[in-house]
Antibody, heavy 120, light 107 residues
Framework: QVQLVQSGAEVKKPGASVKISCKAS????????MHWVRQAPGQGLEWMGI????????TYAQKFQGRVTMTRDTSTSTVYMDLSSLRSDDTAVYYC?????????????WGQGTLVTVSS | DIQMTQSPSSLSASVGDRVTITCQAS??????LNWYQQKSGKAPELLIY???TLQSGVPSRFSGSGSGTDFTLTISSLQPEDFATYYC?????????FGQGTKLEIK
């Protein structure tokens, strides 16, 4: 069965960076794009970007350009999301989500989420 | 960016009720509209993609319709497990964007 397992919660100081992992299993890792979506406490969902595990190409939301880097390791079927220059408003649960890749982009499997708290 | 506006923001209903949630896009997105259900403390789950196609395993009481700028999610007969927050999501243009959510509560 498809599973996306994310790394654990993080507490960071303003200005620091955080790197979250998302390990995929149960399917061919390189056949499905992966997205990152975040959700601030009590707020809605915000798309951050996408990575193609086959080749590593990425597209980031303009809002995060220059601060976010998405990478992958095909040997471990893991994608990573690195967010730098953290601010208090980056406090959120970060999700990886698999792209269905069947005509209409949608997210059919999600990781359990990783809470990142940015606080001095 | 494409703005997605859901209504209502919250809704109280009873088990067995028929419920409709609407989502409007700020420009045409064809049928690139998805719906997700999110329960408290959990990741969202895909209900409907391509505006009207039911994701595998999702009960048939859920249905979606619409194209262009106006979309609807309908739950034909509410069950206790349906009380959650629902989000629409456009995947026509990046940045992909979500509606603000509709919180469905028990009356």
């Amino acid at each position: 069965q498809v599973q996306l397992v994310q790394s654990g919660a993080e507490v960071k100081k303003p200005g620091a960076s955080v790197k979250i992992s998302c390990k995929a299993s149960g399917y061919t890792f390189t056949s499905y794009y992966m997205h990152w979506v975040r959700q601030a406490p009590g707020q809605g969902l915000e798309w951050m970007g996408i990575i193609n595990p086959n080749g590593g190409s990425t597209t980031y939301a303009q809002k995060f350009q220059g601060r976010v880097t998405m990478t992958r390791d095909t040997s471990t079927s893991t994608v990573y999301m690195d967010l730098s220059s953290l601010r208090s408003d980056d406090t959120a649960v970060y999700y990886c989500a698999r792209d269905r890749r069947d005509g209409y982009t949608s997210f059919d499997y999600w990781g359990q989420g990783t809470l990142v708290t940015v606080s001095s | 960016d494409i703005q997605m506006t859901q209504s209502p923001s919250s809704l109280s209903a009873s088990v067995g009720d028929r419920v409709t949630i609407t989502c409007q896009a700020s420009q045409s997105i064809s049928s690139y509209l998805n719906w997700y259900q999110q329960k408290s403390g959990k990741a969202p789950e895909l209900l409907i993609y391509g505006a009207s196609t039911l994701q595998s395993g999702v009960p048939s009481r859920f249905s979606g319709s619409g194209s262009g700028t106006d979309f609807t999610l309908t739950i034909s007969s509410l069950q206790p497990e349906d009380f959650a927050t629902y989000y629409c999501h456009q995947s026509y243009y990046t940045p992909y964007t979500f509606g603000q959510g509709t919180k469905l509560e028990i009356k």
